[in-house]
């Protein structure tokens, strides 16, 4: 049903371009075009919650019952955080957040330079 809705919608967006796009004399063709093109962008912008639910509406009629495959980096990165949460009890995992960069540590010494302090005046 959520794929309906959202055809509907985009068809009906589309019509009412069309409409206002031929009252300004662009023609059928580009009148069609301008239709499709705005139609699409608007609903792709202001309309992801019924995208989605479309496209998962559709995924699941022609999926039933098979799963999305994952890779081997996927099954990796499953088991670390599992293992993550096992040790440290619940952990919050936001991988939308930009990481926090590392703290600069202090130079360290050579030990075969000589220190600056050593150093004669």
Known sequence: MAFWKFSALRLGIMAVI??????????????ALAA???GWCI?????RKMRDEAGRALASRFNKGVTAPRTSTEISDALAEDSAVEQHGELRV???RKPKPAPQQPAQHQPNEPRPE????
């Open 18 to 31: 069309f409409v206002i796009c031929l009252f300004l004399r662009l023609g059928i063709v580009y009148s």
């Open 94 to 96: 936001d991988s939308d």
């Open 118 to 121: 050593d150093q004669p005046r």
């Open 43 to 47: 609903t792709y912008l202001f309309f």
């Open 36 to 38: 499709a093109v705005m």
